[in-house]
């Protein structure tokens, strides 16, 4: 799987080296997490890397984001407009499943192939438009499919009710549609302070960072990740242990057996290795050929 650099200061390092080429994420988070800015500074790296940009708005319209993104010290976002290389799609205000069905292939079929970065801000929009949850779930599984044929997706998603309660209808069938999950917390603490934390709650493809990691919004840089005291470990000593240790047992399981798991072992790293003993693990894995 190619990565892609997000674009996000720490960021890639929890995402074992950034985004996956041609996937979709959504990001979940309240009112004020900072979706967009994010979704800005995705589509800002693409730029930076020679790839285009589209940003489709499902929400605000298109002077209020480039006017949001100058107030966070991107400047540069106008020239690229004027060259052509950032293109914005205002569908806010618009029938959203007429636009998903009628406009958006049409916008695919021009693109297609482009490996362009897009951006999506919120899908909210599209699952207020029909209370039918097969309806929000083919159109939400629809647009991301599509544009995915494009290129790279990150899109943004509304957190309501509780902070951090992501069972909600309009969060849970988003999360199972995108290839990676991205939750901004926003918590106010007993003394009226504001706590930030980002999670990923899932990344098909891909190893990812289990814990939470605090963030900040810094104007000029947006949103930046503490990426300390991260799960996704470069070390390889469990892994080296467990060749050890199915060198020990060498006699017990067939040769094919032994060789295609001498090759797993040398793509594995400690954080593989996080909820289950090393000693049950080469235990399970003899018993289930030894009599082979």
Known sequence: MNKIKSGIYG???????????????????????????????????????????????????????????????????????????????????????AFIKRELPSFVADWKGANARISIDPLTPVMWSTPDRYEQRELIGFMLKETRKVGTVLATLEEHGMAGDLSGNETVIPMYLADCVIHLKSIHDADGGLQRRLKIMKCRSSRHSKTEHPYTIVKGLGIVVDPDNSTLMPSKKISEELAVILNQNKGNIPARVYGRLTEVLEDLRDDDFSSIKLETLMREIISEYMDD
């Not at 285009?52 to 020239?79: C, H, P, R, T, Y």
């Open 11 to 97: 960021l890639n390092s929890l995402l074992d080296g950034g985004i996956n080429e041609n996937s979709a994420t959504v990001v979940i988070g309240c009112s004020g997490a900072g979706k967009t800015t994010l979704a800005t500074q995705f589509i800002r790296r693409g730029l930076e890397l020679g790839q285009e940009g589209i940003f489709v708005s499902l929400d605000e319209n298109k002077e209020q984001i480039i006017k949001e993104a100058i107030q966070m010290g991107w400047k540069k976002i106008v020239d690229y407009i004027d060259e052509e290389k950032l293109v914005f799609i205002d569908a806010s205000g618009h029938e959203f499943s």
